[in-house]
């Protein structure tokens, strides 16, 4: 059965700098979809972004990127330029190309120090 | 531009009594999910339905039924509640099954005392 690991109950990081989140995953899949979800305090889950694992570029969106390393299995997101909005619990995310069910990390709550 | 709307925001319920979760979406999404979020858990998948009329039981099922007569709606209902049903209910929609990301209401909080 897949498995998604976030091995960062928490981490904290000083507004503008860098941090990055972790994210391993277990699967005999070739085929599937990665994804990074944030909810902040309104509870809301919103998309950060998503990777397929058949593109070898490796997936950005503003100052979220993510480092995507198939053989490894693992799926980091790199926040650059972290700001006090960025504050939130991150979940990690695994789906299959055969299957319809997202798989979930446990979550890393990232706090932003002013 | 609502997206998806959940209803109540917080309930509390006594042990054996029953509710049921509201869920609507205006994105014409032939897919929508209940999942729930326990305390230091990710999401778990309850039911989903893949379009109206047609559901099925996803990873945590037992002790909840659900209902899809509408694209629009897609309410949660627990007929006998008990404290182990104390979560955070999200209910979920998307244009697609497989390569699509979700979009999410804003939560129910359910204790169950």
């Known amino acids: 059965a897949q498995t998604v690991t976030q091995s960062q109950p928490e981490m904290s990081v000083q507004e503008a700098e860098t941090v990055t989140l972790s994210c391993t995953y277990d699967?005999?899949?070739?085929?599937?979809?990665l994804f990074w979800y944030k909810q902040p305090p309104s509870r809301q889950m919103i998309l950060v972004i998503r990777?397929?694992?058949?593109k070898q570029q490796n997936a950005t969106e503003n100052r979220f990127s993510v480092n995507f390393q198939k053989a490894a299995k693992s799926f980091s997101l790199k926040i650059s330029d972290s700001q006090l909005g960025d504050a939130a619990m991150y979940f990690c995310?695994?789906?299959?190309?055969?299957?319809?069910?997202?798989?979930w990390g446990a979550g890393t709550k990232l706090i932003i120090k002013p | 531009n609502a997206g998806v709307t959940q209803t109540p925001k917080f309930r509390i319920l006594k042990i054996g009594q029953s509710m049921t979760l509201q869920c609507a979406q205006d994105?014409?999404?032939?897919?929508m999910y209940w999942y729930r979020q326990d305390p230091g858990m990710g999401l778990k998948l309850i039911y989903y339905?893949?379009?109206?009329?047609?559901?099925d039981k996803g990873e945590v099922p037992n002790g909840y039924n659900v209902s899809r007569s509408t694209t629009e709606d897609f309410p949660l209902r627990l007929e006998l509640a008990a404290p182990s049903q104390t979560s955070v209910y999200f209910c979920?929609?998307?244009?697609?099954?497989?390569?699509?990301?979700?979009?999410f209401g804003n939560g129910t909080r359910l204790t169950v005392t």
């Open positions: 979920a929609s998307s244009p697609a099954l497989y390569n699509s990301p979700l979009h």
């Open positions: 994105m014409n999404h032939n897919y």
């Open positions: 339905s893949v379009g109206a009329g047609i559901t």
């Open positions: 699967t005999s899949e070739s085929d599937y979809y």
């Open positions: 990777q397929e694992a058949y």
């Open positions: 995310a695994y789906r299959s190309d055969s299957n319809y069910q997202l798989i």
